[in-house]
């Protein structure tokens, strides 16, 4: 097997391993995949800061995320349906994360439930939360996610309706889902994905089974989803959500400075500068580029997470240079899940910890704290 030195080549594993629909699934981005581009595009133009001749023996990336210690400021982010990249992924992801000292979150619609991930872990991990038109189902998730101890909620608030993914439609992924015949084809050459998939604890949305009344089974409940996405989600939402979540909140999804204090106003605990991995709406900035103003829109009270296009460590280094107290990740961990699950994942994670404390070594910082614009060439906007 081919030595693993970056996320690239567990990107390449991946795409020989996961069916060809599940693997664009997670990929694509929205429409032109305009926004999706910049992300990278953003990140790969700033330019690091070179230092010399700084005592850079004993480094620490240990840091805080949410007042409670993590071996570096990283986090799994919400990825739908990675149950799909591979059996039990959601487990496997958790897993990992838990190992390695960092958060991990589950999304609403994924395959493993809470309490499969609680059950199979023993420790608390994030939950992110979608705002569905069903409160009662909504109401039930979280008092869920509060009974199996997750220690934070993500409430996500840039998809009050779903963005197209080309390919997803012509993979027949789109909702309610269609099996393509070039889809079975694609699943019979990966066998072993198959029967690790079958294997798994579930092949359809963990969260929601049971609960949406006569429906069982991949398509109806796909079709329930669907149709759930609130278009009339609003502010006044997330004091409903505070009022039955009583831990820490997050907000995911902020990409404008007056959106960031009207977040910060709510109270939440922190908000993730994201613009969903460019899946959403297709000609919005880059996450990368945003994120100094929202920085400086907020005050100290609220913990500013970043993710969008984060593929190194010194992707990282970039967005801590920039003001974000930490990352999150999709697709470079789910990457992982699908090369070689759980120590997928875990090599995807120790990649970006090794390439952040030595780019850090390599820019004269010894601490997180260390960190800041001084690290970067020049300002983003010159
Ligand atoms: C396949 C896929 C599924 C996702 N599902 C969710 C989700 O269920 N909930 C959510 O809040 N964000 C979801 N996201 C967005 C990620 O949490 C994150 O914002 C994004 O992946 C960050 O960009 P990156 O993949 O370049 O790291 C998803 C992203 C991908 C790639």
Known sequence: MKTITCIEDLRQQARRKVPRAFFDYVEAGSYAQQTLQAN?????????????????????????????????????????MTGLQRGNGEILAARAALTAGIPYTLSTISICSIEDVARATGAPFWFQLYVMKDRGFVRDLIERAAAAQCSALMLTVDLPILGQRHCDLKNGLAVPPSLKFRNLVSMSGRPRWC???????????GNLEGYVSGK????????????????????????????IWRGP?????????????LAAQTGASALVVSNHGGRQLDGAPSSISMLPKIADAVGSATEVFFDGGIRSGQDMLRALALGAKACLIGRAYVYGVGAAGESGVAKAIEILRRELDTSMALTGCKTIDDIG??????????
């Open 40 to 80: 990278r595009a953003d990140l790969e133009r700033i330019k690091l800061r070179q230092r010399v001749m700084v005592d850079v023996a004993a480094r620490d990336v240990s840091t805080t995320m949410l007042g409670q210690r993590v071996s570096f400021p990283l986090a799994l982010g919400p990825v739908g």
């Open 195 to 205: 029967a690790g998939v079958l294997a798994g604890k579930r092949w359809s949305f």
């Open 216 to 243: 069982s089974g991949a398509q109806s409940l796909a079709q329930w989803v669907g149709s759930q996405f609130d278009a009339t989600l609003n502010w006044k939402d997330v004091e409903w959500v505070r009022s």
């Open 249 to 261: 909140l997050i907000i995911k999804g902020i990409l404008d400075p007056d959106d960031a204090k």
């Open 373 to 382: 614009p001084h690290t970067l060439c020049r300002s983003f906007e010159d």
